[in-house]
């Protein structure tokens, strides 16, 4: 038998599974309890909506040094050592939050935002490289389906915890933590040798430009950073506003978060078979009618089957611009991956 017969021999499942692993863990720790679950926790301090509409921009503005500045630090000190400073930075923020007050919250949001794009620039490029070229598109829904688990599990845990004391903190804290074993067992990543001679910042943008998946992909990562911004930084106080509390705020995000966890393999397959530009219009017209259908029937029926096609379609914005990363044929997948992040970051900002 040919290797193109069986080509599953030429990939690194090992190191596949175990940053699917380090992808999940850490993203309810960095992403479901910090963006979902601390403004909620904010909220019940006493923080106005304002102060919590400048708390989620803090952790949005401080991913983009961090997503910035990922793929020249992967090239000087590795991948892993980039991926366990981007857990440490969020460990060190959740401890933060725990014992400082207004407007300190900012900094520890700037910490847990550059933590965020530390580890998701240090690691995805690895993931995705070493991943079957073919499927990507699916391999990347795949992932996006693993790590929107955080929304669905980050409401749960603090539906069982509570969200009044300190514990949803530690939770953040030791997920983040739980996530180094699996990073143990990964295998360093093969040596780069055409993304290292690229050229830089200047010449990679140069070559990603004139593509058109790119140009797209960038389309669509500016206009999903501001909505998932706009649910996880604000729906605490539009539901409470409606009369919602606390326990039906988690489930409702849990809601959110199911509807992501649910639909970004679809929309995989969707890039591979329909290409961007279907799976990016459809994603925007559902979205466009649940926000609509939220704001002006918002009882509880539809207000949970609602966020649940929210929040698929919002997540899948972010999975369709990761795809668009992956598939512009450039040499240094990680520039590609860091821009539209960043794209999305500043957006979300």
């Keep these: 038998m040919s290797s193109s017969d069986s080509p599953s021999h030429a990939y690194d499942w090992r190191t596949i599974t175990a940053l699917n692993v380090v992808s999940t863990l850490s993203q309810i720790g960095q992403f479901g309890i910090v963006y979902v679950m601390v403004p909620v926790w904010l909220a019940l301090q006493g923080l106005s909506a304002a102060q919590l509409g400048f708390f989620a921009a803090s952790l949005w503005l401080g991913q983009m040094p961090g997503l910035a500045l990922a793929p020249w630090l992967c090239h000087r000190w590795g991948a892993r050592r980039v991926v366990v400073a981007g857990l440490a930075c969020s460990v060190l ?6 014992y400082v007050a207004w407007p300190l919250y900012l900094l520890c949001g700037l910490l847990a935002g550059l933590g965020m794009g530390l580890r998701w620039v240090g690691l995805e490029p690895w993931l995705y490289r070493i991943a079957p070229a073919h ?3 699916r391999l990347v829904g795949f992932h996006e389906t693993l790590i929107a688990a955080a929304p669905v599990v980050a409401p749960a845990i603090a539906a069982l915890v509570g969200v009044q004391g300190y514990t949803i903190l530690w939770v953040g804290s030791g997920c983040t933590v739980a996530a180094l074993l699996p ?9 780069d040798a055409a993304a290292l001679a690229s050229g830089g910042w200047r010449q990679s943008g140069a070559a990603a430009w004139p593509h058109r998946i790119f140009r797209q992909g960038l389309l669509i990562a500016l206009c999903g950073g501001m909505l998932e911004s706009a649910v996880v930084g604000l729906f605490a106080v ?8 606390a326990q039906n705020i988690a489930h409702l995000l849990t809601s959110f978060g199911l509807g992501g966890l649910l639909l970004q393999y679809p929309v995989g397959w969707m890039a591979d078979h329909w290409g961007m530009r279907a799976a990016g219009a459809l994603a925007a017209t ?7 259908l939220l704001a002006l029937l918002p009882g509880v029926p539809v207000a949970y089957a609602t966020m649940f096609v929210l929040g698929g379609l919002i997540t899948a ?3 369709l611009a990761l795809i668009a990363a992956t598939k512009t044929p450039t040499p240094d997948m990680a ?3 860091s821009s539209l992040s960043i794209a999305y970051s500043l957006s979300a900002v």
């Design 286 to 292: 559902g979205t466009v009618l649940a926000a609509a």
């Design 238 to 245: 539009f539901a409470g506003d409606r009369g919602f509390d």
């Design 183 to 191: 990073l143990a067992f990964a295998r360093r990543p093969p040596h």
């Design 317 to 319: 914005f972010l999975t």
């Design 93 to 98: 923020a959740l401890l933060g939050i725990a």
């Design 135 to 137: 499927a990507r598109g």
């Design 335 to 337: 520039w590609n991956v």
